[in-house]
Structure formats: C-alpha cells, structure tokens
C-alpha cells in the first residue's frame, strides 16, 4: 500500500476527511508571536477559544516550557491562533513544539474556514516542523460531527499518530433548546433523577469570583473523602479567577441544601464550547442527587447568559459511574466525539524519533503511575465499561 494511501486509511480509521494533502489549497497566511497579555484579550474573541490555549493558564500549568502564542493574519486580520509550548530535551538532542486543543479559529462559522485552519498548519509546520532538531505536535479538540476533518486534514498531511488517552471519549450537551425540549431530550434515567431532585429543597446560585474561597474548601473536602490524588490542573484556578479578561475568567456556580453548600462547579464560558472544568460535592450531595440539579441549572444558565452552542462535560478517567451520569445528561441532542490521537510532525527523521521516544516514555511513566495509585486505592482504578460491550449488554 502507498504511503498515501496508508494515511487515508489512518484518516478513516478515526473518522478523519478522504482528502488528499492540499497545501496548495490552504491561504497563506502572515504570523505574528505576541506577548501573553496581548494573547489572552486577543483571543478571548475566538469562537474556538479553550482553556488550554490561554496564557494565564499554560503559565501556571506548565512553568518550565517556553510560550510562544502565534496570530495568524490574513490581509492584515487575525483570522486564527496557536499557543506553542517548546519543551527542550534531555541534554538538549531536540525539541518539541507542542499546541494542545488547536489551532483556533476566530470564526468557525466562515465559508472558507477549512482554509484557514489549513493554512495555519502549513504556517505551524514551516515555523516548527522544518527544523533538523524539532517535532510539532498538534492536538485537535474532539468534534462534533462524527468526522474530525481536522485530524483527517493532519493525517493526511504527513503527520503521524502519537500518544492518546485510553477514554477519549467527550461528553458534549446541545444548549440551543427550550427547556421542555432538553429535559425531552435527557435519558430517562437522568430525567427521573432530575425530577427527584427538584423536591428535595435545592437552591442554585451563580456566584463571583471572590467566592472561589467556598468552592476550595468543597473541593479539598471531597478529595479528602475519596482518597484521591489529584492529578488535574486545579493549582491553575486562582490564576483564572483573577484573570482581567471577563471573557476568560471560569463562571462559578453553588448548590445548597438547607443553607448549607453542598455541591459547586467551575465553567468555562468562552467561545462556541462552555467546558466544565472542575465539580465538587460534600457526602450530602448523593442521596440529594445535587449533581443532577447543578448541572440541569448551568445548562439553562449557560444557554441564556452566552454565546454557547455546546457544553463540553469532559471525560470519565474510566469511571463507569461518570459515564452513565454524563451519557445520560448529553441525551439524544447531545453528542459523544473522541478527543483524536496526537499528531505529530518532523520534516527529519531523527527529530520525530527523539520527539516520539520522549512521548512514549513519558506515556510509560503516567501508566506507571496510575498502577501504583490503584494498589494504593482501589477506587482510583478504571472500571468504565468499553463501548461495544456496553452497547451489547444494552
């Protein structure tokens, strides 16, 4: 088989585009490398602005790595963004480019957006791809659609499948329904849930970001109760709350019962897809089914407050209870898309060897490190039922 021909296969095996490379086709664009500051108010515009890709973020997240957030202009217009972390090697053999959730589109909606968002890879790979010493490495954020034309468009392109999550699975809800037509849409089970916890004397509250303070001590509780280490980027949080982009700062919202706080969450508000970024709850909240009534609230708040087509729940870890709770919220009008593989690229060959060795050992080591904390604590282990088995029990 051709080595074209192989990478269509890849493209299909993941639902990517039956295209051929097309660097002749995608707009050449101008790039421009701003300072974080000019990064985070430019983009917070973006219809595909994530958390991922703002400074304020990557900066408290991954301290050692150097930034570098790339415009891409058309005409003198900012058309689309990547923000690139370069992480040097040991002893210095080589270099990865890495853009985690890109690139982002300032309009997704424009006629000719798959050009642009190619002409970005092909302005990403001649600024990273090209060195003798360096791998780009590009992770699309999952779609929704069943087709990932955009990890299709990379495959095709050359470059080559790289590490991916054992659930990739995202759990994304539709937010553009009346309320007769979301709860409509629920599974039944979530529904009935739902129901059971309008009568069990909730209240739901948006609250500022001076309140962070509240959902710190929720959260540090539950993890406190599940044993639980926490690998998740919440050291992050106070640098997002405190962010002066309105647009950017996580949207915080509590649930109690009886005067007391029994369930919260963090959201992220931006751009055509909220994210739920962190959740928390105290031992109250089970039989009370909070969850069920938070998150029914922060859909019809979110759908009436912004711009948001989606809301992105995230993924399970393995957990078979999350995903029944988020298959069941997501419902008929919802979507379930797979974060694709990451794709990575190096027009010399031992570059992409280095760069694939260090992601394979650093793969090696996370799997290493999840075993341990599953001796340790039982409930750390993934016990999410795969899809087609489910789908058989069913």
């Known amino acids: 088989m051709s080595l074209i021909a192989d990478r269509l296969v ?16 995608a707009i050449r664009l101008q790039t421009r490398i701003v300072d974080g500051v000019e990064w985070d108010r430019t983009i917070a515009g973006f219809d595909e602005v994530c958390q991922e890709q703002m400074h304020a973020f990557a900066l408290k997240r991954w301290p050692s790595v150097t930034q570098e957030p790339m415009l891409f202009l058309e005409d003198g217009e900012v058309v689309g963004g990547a923000l690139v972390m370069l992480q040097s090697l040991p002893l210095g053999l080589a270099r990865i480019a890495v853009s985690k959730w890109a690139p982002m589109l300032k309009d997704a909606g424009r006629p000719d957006a798959d050009r642009i968002r190619q002409g970005i890879v092909e302005a990403m790979v001649s600024a990273y791809g090209a060195s003798p010493r360096q791998m780009l490495s590009i992770l699309p954020r999952a779609s929704i659609g069943p087709v990932n034309g955009e990890y299709g468009y990379l495959v095709t392109r050359g470059f080559q499948r790289g590490s991916e999550l054992g659930f990739p699975d995202r759990y994304i ?27 069990a004397g ?13 959902f710190d001590t929720l959260y540090a509780a539950m993890y406190d109760r599940k044993q639980f280490t926490d690998h998740s980027a919440y050291e992050t949080v106070p640098a997002l ?12 919202f509590f649930v109690r019962h009886e005067g007391d706080l029994v369930a919260g969450a963090l959201i992220f508000k931006a ?5 739920y970024l962190y959740g928390a709850t105290n031992d109250k909240a089970l039989p009370l089914r909070a969850g069920y009534f938070m998150h029914w609230h922060i859909i019809r708040w979110l759908r009436d ?6 809301y992105d729940l995230g993924g399970t870890d393995g957990f078979q209870g999350l995903h029944q709770f988020k298959k069941g919220m997501v419902g008929d009008a919802g979507v379930i898309r ?32 999840r075993t341990i904390n599953g001796w340790r604590n039982p409930k750390t282990k993934a016990n999410q039922v795969k899809q087609g088995a489910e789908e058989a029990a069913e």
């Open 338 to 369: 797979p974060v694709p593989p990451v794709a990575n690229y190096a027009e010399h060959r031992l570059a992409l060897l280095l760069g694939t060795g260090a992601f394979a050992a650093r793969d090696a080591l996370h799997a290493l490190r």
């Open 271 to 275: 751009g055509d897809r909220a994210v």
């Open 241 to 252: 709350m405190a962010i002066e982009v309105p647009a950017l700062r996580p949207e915080l």
């Open 202 to 214: 909730l209240t739901f509250e948006h609250a500022g970001p001076e309140r962070i303070g509240d």
């Open 10 to 25: 890849e493209a299909h095996a993941f639902g990517g585009q039956d295209t051929r490379p097309a660097s002749n086709a």
């Open 305 to 310: 407050n912004t711009r948001a087509t989606w």
């Open 173 to 199: 809800v539709n937010l553009r329904l009346d309320d007769a037509a979301q709860r409509k849409s629920f599974h039944q089970t979530w529904r009935r849930q739902l129901n059971k916890s309008e009568k």
